[in-house]
């Protein structure tokens, strides 16, 4: 483990780490595993929140970068980023950091997921809270158990 000023890395590939269920996890390892390649088949809005839900039944709910509450988005509602989403597939994931205004300024990292599409990079990139990563889970047709 990488100790950034900010927050810890995985030395591997210098993605954040998160801990679930009592275990420190790369990020970027964790959701390749579970979302990655994967298609978007739908999505719901459950408490606010857009659930984006893959072809392998697992569910992703988009978090602000910022606050890791609801994802807002200035330029979109949540229902026609739904649809742009449709069909899509999750082509990559970066990270980053999010730095507040404030003085002194306020960080923590940010975890991008990439959609395959024609349009720029930039247009089919959504950054999330590690949040999002952390409360990935698998939907079966009676329950909804977390990934590990």
């Not at 709910?61 to 739904?82: D, K, V």
């Not at 300024?105 to 952390?134: C, Y």
């Not at 409360?135 to 977390?146: A, K, L, V, Y």
Request: glycine letters at 8%; charged letters at 20%; one cysteine or more.
């Amino acid at each position: 483990m990488n100790d950034n000023p900010t927050h810890p890395m995985c030395l591997t590939d210098g993605f954040p780490l998160i801990e679930l269920d009592g275990a420190i996890v790369c990020s970027v390892e964790h959701a390749d595993e579970h979302i990655g390649g994967q298609p978007v088949t739908d999505a719901r809005i459950r408490d606010g929140y857009l659930h984006l839900i893959f072809g392998n039944g697992a569910s992703l709910p988009l978090t602000c970068p910022c606050c890791a509450g609801r994802l807002h988005l200035r330029n979109m509602p949540l229902e026609s980023l739904s649809q742009m989403l449709s069909g899509r597939s999750i082509e990559g994931f970066r990270h980053g950091e999010w730095v507040s205004n404030e003085s002194p300024p306020e960080r923590h990292p940010i975890f991008a997921l990439q959609f395959t599409g024609q349009e720029d990079l930039s247009a089919r990139t959504i950054q999330v809270n590690l949040e999002s990563v952390r409360r990935i889970i698998q939907h079966s047709p009676n329950t909804e158990t977390r990934l590990k």
